[in-house]
């Protein structure tokens, strides 16, 4: 399996590229969680990327290409992948397609993950992280057991520095204008797949592989 997912953020491209990759053991490429890694790491190149993602800006196309290609040639990548975050930007599409092209591979879909925008500010400013477990919830939408569970064990709720209101709004801006014109672009490919991403993180789930059959 290698696909693309695309869809704003909040749209739930990490969550279920993560359930996928637990039970098709499929390697999940996130971009943005290999970014916060190297910003967490410290390096001078960490502390420009962090600089960039705090301000919802993207990191350039260069800089994501020679990410991209030294992952993709691991050999946990040889039998297929999740790309979450990535492509951003056409030039960034047609550089995974010159990539795959170079290892006579190709993308079996790219997976549009689809939600309402109001919806998708909700998830973002309530996105929080359990800093115990590394369980992702949400303030507004995840049962309240389970958020009192994280605190209740001496954990706290943690916020991604970009999910404050005005980065999400930039964010997003960003998402329209750089990203979903890669809608067309695979479209024109014949790879578009469309999910419904609103609801359940199960039901979703459900509507996913029900797509990539
Ligand atoms: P994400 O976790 O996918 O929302 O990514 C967080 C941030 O990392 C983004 O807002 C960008 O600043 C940066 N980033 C992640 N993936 C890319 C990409 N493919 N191109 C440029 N910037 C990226």
């Given at each position: 399996?290698r696909i693309?997912l695309?869809?704003?953020?909040?749209?739930?491209k990490?969550?279920?590229?993560?359930?996928?990759?637990?039970?098709?053991?499929?390697?999940?490429?996130s971009t943005?969680?290999?970014?916060r890694a190297?910003a967490e790491?410290?390096?001078r190149f960490g502390q420009q990327?962090?600089d960039?993602m705090?301000?919802?800006q993207?990191v350039?196309?260069?800089?994501?290409?020679?990410?991209?290609?030294e992952r993709?040639?691991e050999?946990d990548?040889?039998?297929?992948?999740?790309?979450?975050?990535?492509?951003?930007?056409r030039?960034?599409a047609?550089?995974?397609?010159?990539?795959?092209?170079?290892s006579s591979?190709?993308?079996?879909?790219?997976?549009?993950?689809n939600?309402?925008?109001?919806?998708l500010i909700r998830?973002?400013?309530?996105?929080r992280?359990c800093?115990?477990t590394g369980?992702?919830?949400?303030?507004y939408?995840?049962?309240p057991e389970?958020?009192?569970?994280c605190i209740n064990?001496?954990?706290?709720?943690?916020?991604?520095?970009?999910?404050n209101?005005?980065?999400i709004r930039?964010?997003?801006?960003?998402?329209?204008?750089?990203t979903?014109p890669?809608?067309?672009f695979y479209q024109e490919?014949n790879?578009l797949?469309?999910?419904?991403?609103?609801?359940?993180?199960?039901?979703v789930?459900s509507?996913l592989l029900?797509i990539?059959k």
């Open positions: 399996m693309v695309l869809g704003a953020p909040g749209s739930g990490g969550t279920q590229a993560k359930r996928l990759m637990q039970e098709r053991g499929v390697s999940h490429i943005g969680d290999m970014l190297a790491a410290g390096s990327a962090k960039v705090d301000a919802g993207l350039s196309d260069t800089l994501m290409l020679g990410i991209i290609s993709l040639a050999p990548a040889q039998t297929g992948f999740i790309l979450d975050g990535f492509p951003r930007t030039k960034q047609l550089d995974l397609d010159g990539l795959l092209q170079a591979q190709s993308l079996d879909a790219a997976v549009l993950m939600l309402d925008f109001e919806v998830r973002l400013t309530g996105r992280t800093s115990i369980r992702l919830l949400n303030i939408f995840s049962p389970e958020l009192e569970e064990s001496g954990g706290e709720l943690l916020q991604r520095e970009d999910d209101e005005e980065t930039y964010r997003l801006d960003v998402y329209r204008q750089q979903e890669l809608i067309d490919q790879k797949k469309i999910v419904n991403a609103e609801g359940k993180i199960d039901e789930y509507r029900a990539l």
